[in-house]
């Protein structure tokens, strides 16, 4: 079986994104472990982009957030969260008063 080009490519990227989660979460949750929270929320930070969906390095950042106190940034990765788990459900919200 013979794969074309562009499925050469796709699979090499997420091969690429799964060992940049792994490597992560391992040195996030090490660095968290040693009470170096600020490493590890700015390693989580910085993959950030590339590992937008993942829940576990989102449930993380939150963890380590609550941990530290930072009170505005637990409620991105709470919207980050409900954005995946609801992506196929369109939800009209009533406007505030």
């Not at 969906?53 to 990765?77: F, G, N, W």
């Not at 969260?81 to 609801?86: D, E, L």
Request: glycine fraction near 0%.
């Amino acid at each position: 079986m013979y794969y074309s080009l562009s499925d050469q490519a796709v699979c090499y990227t997420d091969e690429i994104q799964n060992a940049l989660r792994k490597i992560c979460l391992t040195w996030a949750k090490t660095l968290a472990k040693f009470n170096r929270q600020n490493e590890a929320i700015a390693l989580l930070e910085k993959t950030d982009r590339i590992l937008v969906s993942d829940e576990e390095t989102v449930a993380l950042q939150y963890h380590l957030y609550m941990k530290k106190k930072i009170r505005l940034k637990p409620r991105h990765c709470l919207t980050i969260i409900s954005r995946n788990c609801c992506a196929s459900v369109t939800v009209k919200m009533k406007p505030r008063r």
